[in-house]
């Protein structure tokens, strides 16, 4: 049995979604709501991250950047037509330059200020620090968001996918990402037509199907989120 421990609203839990459903693994999804603190979470991952895997009651596999190499390297060895780790050195230094972009670079600048704001503080109770969104906080993250936007759609310009020539892990990582930030209406797709065609590939494939079935309780996504074709 393969478990994984996520939050609709993370990054790395969207990019690890992705890879179960293009390597063809179905796990059970464990909701988990970090800022609760539960003692069983943290005897699993005592850093409260997440995505944390778990499989066959193995010992728990943690972070999206770890969690996509295990898959690549047990379940995508299997199915070599499915790998998510391309070839040679220069080719994965690449791929893993652009899934630390995506989960570390953008996650520190952008989403995590936007998903505290917009999401985690409805979520919260207010002895735990919600409330109000910080409207200097939006603004820092959005401004750093166009930054990103640009450097992105550079790379879809470019390249047929954003390691290369190959779909990679990179490309879950960033989809994933900018899925949570799509889902709140944050990007402005009009404004870069090689990522808003990229992203179009990428939620038409079936591993997207059930990120974009997904809805948070009072919060449901903008009118294009759904649509193949925005």
């Given at each position: 049995?393969?478990?994984?421990?996520?939050?609709?609203?993370?990054?790395?839990?969207?990019?690890?979604?992705?890879?179960?459903?293009?390597?063809?693994?179905?796990?059970?999804?464990?909701?988990?709501?970090?800022?609760?603190?539960?003692?069983?979470?943290?005897?699993?991952?005592?850093?409260?991250?997440?995505?944390?895997?778990?499989?066959?009651?193995?010992?728990?596999?943690?972070?999206?950047?770890?969690?996509?190499?295990?898959?690549d390297e047990t379940h995508g060895v299997m199915?070599?037509?499915?790998?998510?780790?391309?070839?040679?050195?220069?080719?994965?230094?690449?791929?893993?330059?652009?899934?630390?972009?995506?989960?570390?670079?953008?996650?520190?600048?952008?989403?995590?200020?936007?998903?505290?704001?917009?999401?985690?503080?409805?979520?919260?109770?207010?002895?735990?620090?919600?409330?109000?969104?910080?409207?200097?906080?939006?603004?820092?993250?959005?401004?750093?968001?166009?930054?990103?936007?640009?450097?992105?759609?550079?790379?879809?310009?470019?390249?047929?996918?954003?390691?290369?020539?190959?779909?990679?892990?990179?490309?879950?990582?960033?989809?994933?990402?900018?899925?949570?930030?799509?889902?709140?209406?944050?990007?402005?797709?009009?404004?870069?037509?090689?990522?808003?065609?990229?992203?179009?590939?990428?939620?038409?494939?079936?591993?997207?199907?059930?990120?974009?079935?997904?809805?948070?309780?009072?919060?449901?996504?903008?009118?294009?989120?759904?649509?193949?074709?925005?």
């Amino acid at each position: 049995m393969t478990v994984l421990y996520h939050h609709p609203m993370s990054s790395g839990s969207r990019a690890i979604r992705l890879a179960l459903g293009e390597l063809g693994v179905e796990p059970n999804l464990a909701l988990e709501n970090i800022w609760e603190g539960r003692e069983e979470f943290l005897r699993l991952n005592p850093a409260g991250s997440l995505p944390v895997l778990v499989e066959d009651d193995q010992q728990p596999v943690v972070g999206a950047t770890v969690i996509g190499e295990y898959l690549d390297e047990t379940h995508g060895v299997m199915k070599p037509d499915r790998r998510l780790t391309p070839e040679g050195t220069m080719a994965r230094a690449e791929m893993r330059r652009l899934v630390d972009w995506a989960l570390t670079k953008l996650e520190d600048e952008v989403t995590r200020y936007l998903v505290q704001e917009r999401v985690t503080k409805r979520q919260m109770p207010a002895s735990a620090g919600g409330g109000a969104p910080d409207s200097s906080a939006l603004r820092f993250a959005r401004g750093n968001l166009k930054y990103h936007i640009q450097y992105l759609g550079y790379l879809a310009s470019t390249r047929k996918w954003m390691a290369g020539d190959h779909m990679t892990f990179a490309d879950l990582a960033i989809a994933g990402a900018l899925s949570v930030l799509d889902y709140m209406g944050e990007v402005e797709w009009s404004e870069n037509e090689p990522l808003k065609d990229w992203y179009a590939r990428m939620k038409s494939r079936p591993s997207f199907r059930p990120l974009l079935a997904e809805r948070l309780r009072g919060l449901p996504p903008v009118s294009h989120y759904v649509d193949l074709d925005f």
